[in-house]
């Protein structure tokens, strides 16, 4: 979900750890599974890239969390 969300955003790996104050090499080991995505990573990519957390708990509507307010959910 990770990576999905970031390609999403239309971001690179540097570009999306430039925005959360982290390295690409960090985002590409989470992205890859190398590395556990912790509460405090999930809470850095939301709010540095405007996405809501629900997001994690519902993959399949990337659209509604992304960079907007999030829509109700059928």
Known sequence: IFKKIR???G???KAMGDKM??????IRRCETGEREITDEIIRSMC???SV????FDDPDHIEAYCNSVPE???
């Open 7 to 9: 390609e999403y955003l």
């Open 11 to 13: 971001l690179s790996q």
């Open 21 to 26: 104050g982290c390295s690409a090499a960090k």
């Open 47 to 49: 709010e540095s890239c």
């Open 52 to 55: 809501d957390e629900r997001v």
């Open 72 to 74: 109700e959910i059928d």
